[in-house]
């Protein structure tokens, strides 16, 4: 699987901001018996998406080390929006596309204060994802400036996924397999509840 990451700090690059008003707190919480199955039917995104909802779902569980802010999906990416090179893909293989991102800030024990530690957990995490036997998608990681809370600000990173495929349905499975991988390296001892 193809992954890399930049820093997007500074100047007019975009913020996450985990207070923005349709924020759906998707953490695990001791009280919250049902998991975040409910609380994703709120998720337009999610909702079109299921393998986004399953990702969201486990990138928010007890042992994650991240939790999510906000998400999109695009069922449908232009030619000149991504590059098929970038995906180990041929010409055949990129005829659909789509994509979507997850914007991730990590535990509340685990801020990425200290730009070697997130430069570390970026590194480490795109080499275990290149590992991974898959074509057609990749992700990419975007370090950025985060708003936890109103008075809070720290870093985070918002994940983009491309997949692409000969039809649809092929460019729908790369990208849900892009999204299951990330989880999988990201959270692997998590599972859907």
Not at 54 to 75: E, G, H, I
Not at 149 to 178: E, H, N, S
């Amino acid at each position: 699987m193809e992954a890399d990451w930049e820093f997007e700090i500074g100047g007019d690059a975009p913020i996450i901001d985990a207070c923005w008003p349709g924020f759906v707190d998707l953490r695990w919480h001791p009280q919250q018996h049902s998991g975040a199955s409910q609380l994703l039917k709120r998720i337009p995104e999610a909702v079109a998406f299921p393998p986004l909802a399953a990702a969201l779902a486990r990138l928010n569980q007890q042992r994650s080390p991240v939790w999510t802010s906000k998400c999109d999906f695009w069922p449908s990416l232009a030619s000149g929006e991504f590059d098929a090179d970038e995906m180990d893909a041929t010409e055949v293989e990129a005829a659909d596309a789509m994509g979507c991102y997850i914007d991730l800030l990590p535990r509340s024990d685990q801020q990425w204060n200290f730009p070697k530690k997130l430069v570390s957990d970026c590194k480490h995490l795109c080499d275990r994802l290149r590992a991974m036997p898959l074509r057609c998608c990749r992700v990419d990681l975007m370090v950025r400036r985060a708003r936890i809370t109103p008075d809070l600000m720290d870093t985070g990173i918002t994940a983009y996924f491309t997949g692409c495929g000969k039809t649809v349905t092929d460019a729908r499975q790369a990208l849900a397999a892009a999204l299951e991988a990330f989880a999988d390296v990201l959270c692997p001892d998590s599972t859907v509840q």
